[in-house]
């Protein structure tokens, strides 16, 4: 995968984090300084203050590039590009971590009635997003791969053991893209490697995909900035804080695109359309426990908007609207801190 440095900037800035290394950078020896590398196409940062150590954080990498080099679309060898290749030929085996998380994409296919599609590959590589190819493809290109995406002819396969998973994707030309959920299945894998080394407060931010983990030693809560969509580099919208481990991912039509004609064309596609999601939605943030349902539901969220999400879905989310409006659940009333004014029109619901 590329390493997207413009991702560097962040959906997401961890106010905390920041203020929380200058104070024990200055004044504890023993604090291990954030590592920052990349993996899974992106900028990983990981800081387990107090409790970090080189051995932790060789550990916390390893997993990011092991869990890469399963899911790449991108690498030849991954288990993904395997099953990709053998599209309309036959089943492929696969790791189990790959079983798992194709599973769970489904799950969501089918609970966002396709509106989260794990087979939208063939789409993102017709239009190309972040990539040197990106174009706006026909309508007849279009027309011909829309039939090749759907989560339904996607056949899995449990076998009689952790070995034995196989993947199938039923027509030729078919392709799986995990792009929308593989970070949240690795801050998910972080969280669970931090709680075997009994880490006690810890932040991991994989690209924008965060994950807050455990409670701040000062019994101070987390408070996970979401950005401006309109100036993404500009003052920060709110934060959302909370005092226990949370997941907070955002989506957003400001994160990787291209502009032809005036017209924007971002990277979240509808899979019904074969065509960018195009709403009045400037970013959707869901916050979670479990990350890798944080990350499905903020892309299915895009797509469906806030009356459907709401309609279908319990989990906590924050719509920021083109307008600057604000939709958000209702247990996330008392969370959201307005960090710019003009984002204080906030509805609960
Ligand atoms: P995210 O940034 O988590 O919203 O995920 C966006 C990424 O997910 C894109 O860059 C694509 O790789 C992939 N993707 C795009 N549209 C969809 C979709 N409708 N369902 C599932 N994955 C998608
Ligand atoms: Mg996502």
């Given at each position: 995968?590329?390493?997207?440095?413009?991702?560097?900037?962040?959906?997401?800035?961890?106010?905390?984090?920041?203020?929380?290394?200058?104070v024990t950078i200055s004044c504890s020896k023993k604090t291990m300084p954030t590592r920052t590398q990349g993996a899974l196409g992106t900028v990983c940062s990981i800081n387990a203050f107090d409790d970090a150590s080189e051995g932790l954080y060789d550990e916390l990498f390893a997993r990011l590039n092991e869990i890469d080099e399963r899911f790449s679309a991108t690498r030849r060898d991954s288990d993904i590009s395997r099953v990709n290749a053998q599209a309309g030929i036959k089943a492929v085996?696969?790791?189990?971590?790959?079983?798992?998380?194709?599973?769970?994409a489904l799950n969501f296919a089918q609970k966002t009635d396709g509106a989260f599609d794990p087979t939208v590959g063939p789409l993102v590589k017709?239009?190309?997003?972040?990539?040197?190819?990106?174009?706006?493809?026909?309508?007849?290109?279009?027309?011909?791969?829309?039939?090749l995406v759907d989560w339904?002819?996607?056949q899995m396969d449990p076998g009689d053991g952790e070995t034995s998973k196989k993947i199938f994707l039923l027509q030729k030309g078919m392709s799986l893209d995990l792009g929308g959920?593989?970070?949240?299945?690795?801050a998910d894998e972080m969280a669970r490697i931090l709680g075997e080394h009994g880490v006690g407060q810890a932040i991991v931010n994989l690209g924008g995909n965060v994950y807050a983990y455990g409670s701040?030693?000062?019994g101070s809560n987390w408070r996970v900035a979401v950005?401006?969509?309109?100036?993404?580099?500009?003052?920060?919208?709110?934060?959302?804080?909370?005092?226990?481990s949370n997941s907070v991912v955002t989506s957003g039509a400001y994160e990787r695109f291209f502009e032809k004609d005036g017209v924007r064309y971002h990277h979240i596609i509808n899979p019904k359309t074969g065509y960018p999601e195009q709403n009045n939605i400037g970013s959707v943030t869901i916050v979670s426990r479990s990350s890798i349902q944080a990350d499905a539901l903020s892309t299915a969220a895009y797509i469906l908007g806030p009356t459907e999400y709401f309609k279908i879905?319990?989990?906590?989310?924050?719509?920021?609207?083109?307008?600057?409006?604000?939709?958000?659940?209702l247990q996330l009333a008392g969370n959201v801190e307005v960090l710019d004014g003009s984002f204080s029109n906030i509805v609960f619901r």
């Open positions: 995968m590329n390493l997207h440095l413009k991702e560097a900037a962040l959906a997401v800035f961890l106010l905390p984090a920041a203020l929380l290394l200058t085996a696969v790791h189990r971590d790959v079983y798992y998380v194709v599973q769970t017709l239009w190309g997003i972040n990539t040197a190819d990106a174009r706006v493809p026909s309508q007849e290109e279009i027309d011909a791969v829309l039939p339904r002819m996607v959920i593989a970070k949240g299945y690795a701040k030693k000062d950005k401006n969509p309109q100036e993404p580099l500009g003052k920060e919208a709110l934060a959302i804080n909370f005092a226990q879905e319990r989990t906590a989310a924050l719509f920021i609207l083109g307008d600057k409006s604000i939709k958000a659940s």
